[in-house]
């Protein structure tokens, strides 16, 4: 079964960090693109970073560039997200999600269920 | 403000046809990359509906189709169902942000 499962959320305060991992499987994880997506609860979805098969491609959005870092270990079949200086505004359920090719222009075609990351003091 | 505009809800009866529209701009969809919808019902993670502007994957009932021309994309459902009550979200590139982006999302409400 393809599947992703995020872990590593929870309260934190702000200017604290915390680091969300996504575990992949039922699919050829190298072969593909992967992105974090967050959503704060009741409200839209937020597009946060991307990485490629094999991490030679990294883009993030400016809300979070310089604060976050995306990574993923193709041996372990795993997506990281490191949040470093959170604010309040980071306060969202972050999902991981896996491209449909290795261009990232592509849709996201499979999703995790989301982990919560709560910032507050 | 999202850089994908969608309206904030839509709705329509059992049976009826509604169109959801995602306008974007020359640095996404006008320069040529494709437009994707999700569905998100409540409570649970997004699902793929349509990918590269009007495919739909597998499972998927071709009661949902879409389109785009230029600067402008739109999702159709037809035979609207109670099951289709949820929200939708439109989501492309942008290549001056240098990232994806997503458009506000839809309510959909089955009368």
């Known amino acids: 079964e393809v599947q992703l499962v995020e872990s590593g959320g929870g309260l934190v305060q702000p200017g604290r960090s915390l680091r969300l991992s996504c575990a992949a499987s039922?699919?050829?994880?190298?072969?593909?693109?992967m992105v974090w997506v967050r959503q704060v609860p009741g409200k839209g979805l937020e597009w946060v970073s991307r990485i490629s098969w094999n991490s030679g491609i990294i883009d993030y959005a400016d809300s979070v560039k310089g604060r976050f870092t995306i990574s993923r270990d193709n041996a372990k079949n795993s997506l990281y997200l490191q949040m470093n200086s959170l604010r309040v505004e980071d306060m969202a359920l972050y999902y991981c999600?896996?491209?449909?090719?290795?261009?990232?222009?592509?849709?996201?075609?499979?999703w995790g269920q989301g982990t919560m990351v709560t910032v507050s003091s | 403000q999202s850089v994908l505009t969608q309206p904030p809800s839509v709705s329509g009866a059992p049976g009826q046809r509604v169109t959801i529209s995602c306008t974007g701009s020359?640095?996404?969809?006008?320069?040529?990359?494709?437009v994707h919808w999700y569905q998100q019902l409540p409570g649970t993670a997004p699902k793929l509906l349509i990918f590269g502007n009007s495919n739909r994957p597998s499972g998927v009932p071709d009661r949902f189709s879409g389109s785009k021309s230029g600067t402008s994309a739109s999702l159709a459902i037809t035979g609207l169902q109670a099951e289709d009550e949820a929200d939708y979200y439109c989501q492309s590139y942008d290549g001056s942000l240098s990232g994806s982006i997503f458009g506000g999302g839809t309510k959909l409400t089955v009368l």
């Open positions: 999600a896996k491209g449909r090719d290795s261009s990232g222009y592509d849709a996201f075609d499979i």
């Open positions: 039922g699919f050829t994880f190298d072969d593909y693109v």
């Open positions: 020359s640095s996404n969809l006008g320069t040529g990359y494709d």
